[in-house]
């Protein structure tokens, strides 16, 4: 079955302890993203990588980094959480088309962290 | 920039009536347009989206929604609501040149017997 996973999809942890949340996708897409959803303000991009080792900013970046050092994988790194960190993240994967055409995202089943 | 307004934060809609969920998007060239729903704790579910052709959208769970170019708008309809449908709504835009969705912030849709 064509999908995104996420892990965890809980998870709660306290100011300043470093954590990962994985993505990995199983469609060969090329294009991934994480988005956060926070009530009131809707999704909003993280950071989105086009391929293997590119990644870039998206609207919200500070505070995470990633990785992407496998086309399936796309990892979220908190270094040092802090409670406005406290979200709904998702992660989303796309493939990529020719240019001027755009492909449809396709969204993991979200991670809900709590930073206290 | 691409901008999309969801002007409702708040429905409630009566089971049986009809619904018609605002969506008025900003971007520059042709837009790709979609709506989302989220029911409570659960992750994003697509309902239908526009990329090009008949105006008129036809999604899953009898929603459909009209692209209308001169009013920068797509909304979402169903002719007759049910209790299931309760849940938060999103409407997105895309476009070539940016690997993203630009969100709107969400109409959160309430479903009175």
């Known amino acids: 079955e064509a999908q995104v996973t996420q892990n965890p999809r809980y998870l709660i942890t306290v100011t300043g302890k470093k954590l990962t949340v994985t993505c990995s996708q199983n469609m060969n897409h090329e294009y991934m993203s994480w988005y956060r959803q926070d009530p009131g303000l809707g999704l909003r991009q993280i950071y989105y990588s086009m391929n293997v080792e590119v990644t870039d900013k998206g609207d919200v970046p500070e505070g995470y980094k990633v990785s992407r050092k496998e086309k399936r994988n796309f990892p979220l790194i908190l270094e040092s959480p802090s409670p406005n960190q406290t979200s709904l993240y998702f992660c989303?994967?796309?493939?990529?088309?020719?240019?001027?055409?755009?492909?449809?995202?396709?969204f993991g089943p979200g991670t809900r962290l709590t930073v206290l | 920039a691409q901008s999309v307004t969801q002007p409702d934060i708040h429905i409630t809609v009566s089971e049986g009536a009809s619904l018609e969920l605002r969506c008025n998007y900003s971007?520059?060239?042709?837009?790709?347009l979609f709506w989302y729903v989220q029911s409570p704790g659960q992750g994003l579910q697509l309902l239908l989206k526009?990329?090009?052709?008949?105006?008129l959208v036809q999604g899953i769970k009898g929603f459909e929604a009209e692209f209308k170019r001169s009013q920068s708008s797509f909304n979402l309809r169903k002719p007759s609501v049910h209790w299931s449908d309760a849940a938060e709504y999103f409407c997105a835009v895309g476009g070539t040149g940016f690997q993203k969705l630009v969100f709107g912030t969400g109409t959160r849709l309430l479903v009175s017997p």
């Open positions: 526009y990329f090009s052709g008949d105006t």
């Open positions: 971007y520059g060239a042709t837009p790709y």
């Open positions: 989303a994967s796309s493939k990529k088309g020719p240019a001027n055409s755009y492909n449809e995202q396709f």
